[in-house]
């Protein structure tokens, strides 16, 4: 799966009239009122929403925006369960970025490197 990014947006304005009206819309419709957003990414690639904004005198626009995870990290297990002593095949991917290096700790003092790692 790939690991989520929990990302905090925050929009500000000058000029106009009175006080400003914010509303962001994310994928599937998911919308937030105010100036400060937060918003968690469960997908890969490039991140698009909206932010709509508006003043007491009428002036309002719909910004359309796209921003960039720099890194995702997606990892996988070849089994989940089965009989003791079970042999898991592990495997990591990244998207973004360049020169990885993969390290995996299995908490019982093993350890491995490399994109695919193997723990009984």
């Known amino acids: 799966s790939v ?12 000029g106009g009239y009175g006080a400003y009206t914010f509303t962001w819309t994310f ?3 998911h919308q937030v009122s105010g100036a ?8 890969a690639g490039p991140l698009a929403y909206q932010l709509y904004f508006a003043d007491q005198g009428g002036f309002n626009e719909t910004l359309s ?15 989940t369960r089965g009989p003791a002593p ?13 020169s990885y290096a ?3 700790n299995f ?6 490197a490399g994109s695919t790692a193997q723990e009984t």
Do not use: C, K, R
């Open 27 to 29: 994928p599937a419709g």
């Open 3 to 14: 690991a989520s990014l929990n990302a905090e947006y925050h929009a500000a304005a000058t």
């Open 102 to 104: 993969f390290a995996w």
């Open 65 to 79: 925006l796209t921003g960039y995870a720099h890194l995702w990290v997606s990892s996988t297990a070849n089994v």
């Open 86 to 98: 079970l042999t898991v095949t592990f495997s990591a991917s990244v998207l973004g970025g360049s």
């Open 36 to 43: 400060w957003a937060n918003y968690t990414w469960d997908t």
């Open 107 to 112: 908490g019982n003092g093993q350890n491995a």
